[in-house]
């Protein structure tokens, strides 16, 4: 497929050459992070024979480290041109996890270094995720970001459903440390399409203005919040998302135990009831853009974020069999329905909220709290999981997670005044 080409998509807007290099990279990448999907906690327990604590250990403390260590780059990445720093950013993830393969094949892989990859990767994740929305914005105008964030959410449901898959296959005939190659390469293939997306003949990226915060400061690094806690539509979408996603994170690992422990799953049932409802995922995203052009975005972002709140508590009902099997992918393609209509208008409202000289702060800000809360609740719904029983931790899980659309803005803002 020609990145290029895809640009304006059948039937669609027309977004531009730029927009369809950006495009491309984030579906190469998203691909190679697909494909080596739990390539690390595998090479943990096959490579170096690592226990259940260091293998949930190696999760959980990479992502909560690696958010703290990126606290700074929402300040740093403010005042800088976004594209150089996507294209560093990748090749920062692609050099850390090739590492990984030079170390195995010397025979000089250990936990602490694949500990330290992560937490590498996981900063870098927030680091680009802050950066890409910002350059989003600068590239395309305010009525082009929802049809933007559409196809960044459907491109991310494809390549959920294609990755895994293929990732299994590779690993059974290469080992895991070969998807860590093909990740590795994403990132590269990914750098060469951002460093394409570059203009010509005066399109290049404006330079930010700097002389307001010439060098990061300690109190800077608050700014994101303070916007964030300031703003009257930003504020509960923040502890919405926050609080959904990680409980939503939080019933993965009780999941894993109850359907291929106590229910007696087989690992292929297991994958068919998480990767097939992923075609819904498709659906919603191409569906969000109509909706919002039928009924506006705000009755839809409020829609959408309270029918997806009704569909956890389900999976505290799991039970053995054919019945159990097909209630899970009930569930599941209810709730990824609802996230595929819900996200790429969320993400829209969010950028549409950040001024543009915040943009990346608030995005920062953004992806370091959700990572911290989803680490965080996870190990809280481990211990839950182990003292009142998995069943009942799922369900307490389930009933949170109904009073999440209380959390969403129930009136439609006043629009931001436009910079001049």
């Not at 105008?141 to 459903?161: M, V």
Request: charged residues 15%; aromatic residues 8%.
């Amino acid at each position: 497929m020609g990145v290029a080409g895809t640009a304006g998509g059948r039937g669609g807007q027309r977004l531009g050459r730029r927009f369809g290099w950006l495009w491309g990279a984030y579906g190469t990448s998203a691909l190679g992070t697909w494909l080596a999907f739990g390539a690390f906690p595998l090479i943990a327990v096959r490579v170096l024979h690592a226990g259940p604590a260091a293998v949930a250990a190696l999760s959980a403390t990479g992502a909560a480290v690696g958010a703290a260590v990126a606290v700074p780059l929402g300040p740093w990445v403010e005042f800088r041109r976004k594209r150089p720093v996507l294209v560093g950013l990748d090749l920062v993830r692609c050099a850390a996890l090739l590492t990984i393969p030079v170390a195995y094949a010397l025979g000089a892989l250990t936990y602490p270094q694949l500990l330290a990859v992560s937490v590498v990767v996981a900063a870098a994740d927030i680091g680009f995720r802050t950066a890409s929305g910002a350059y989003l914005k600068t590239l395309l105008r305010p009525e082009q970001l929802l049809t933007a964030n559409a196809r960044f959410e459907s491109t991310a449901w494809s390549t959920t459903i294609v990755g895994p898959p293929l990732g299994g296959m590779a690993i059974g005939l290469l080992g895991p440390v070969a998807t860590v190659i093909a990740d590795a390469a994403s990132y590269l293939l990914s750098a060469l399409g951002i460093r394409a997306s570059g203009g010509r003949g005066g399109e290049e990226e404006p330079r930010p203005e700097r002389g307001k915060a010439p060098r990061t400061r300690a109190r800077d690094l608050l700014d994101g919040w303070r916007y964030i806690l300031a703003d009257p539509a930003l504020r509960p979408l923040f502890f919405c998302a926050a609080l959904f996603n990680g409980l939503v994170m939080a019933t993965e690992p009780l999941l894993v135990v109850l359907m291929l422990g106590r229910l007696g799953f087989t690992p292929w049932e297991y994958g068919l009831a998480f990767a097939a409802p992923s075609l819904a995922g498709l659906l919603g995203s191409r569906l969000a853009r109509r909706f919002v052009t039928r009924f506006g975005q705000h009755r839809v972002l409020v829609a959408s974020g309270t029918l997806r709140a009704v569909w956890p508590v389900g999976l505290a009902f799991i039970g053995p069999g054919t019945g159990g099997l097909l209630l899970v992918i009930g569930v599941e393609l209810g709730l990824i329905f609802c996230c595929a209509v819900f996200n790429p208008v969320y993400a829209t409202t969010r950028l549409e909220r950040s001024a543009p000289d915040r943009v990346a702060r608030v995005l920062s800000a953004w992806a370091v709290t959700t990572k911290v809360s989803a680490a965080l609740l996870t190990a809280v719904w481990g211990v839950l999981g182990a003292l009142i029983g998995l069943r009942p931790a799922l369900a307490l899980a389930g009933v949170l997670v109904l009073a999440t659309p209380l959390l969403l803005p129930r009136t439609e803002p006043e629009p931001l005044p436009v910079p001049a």
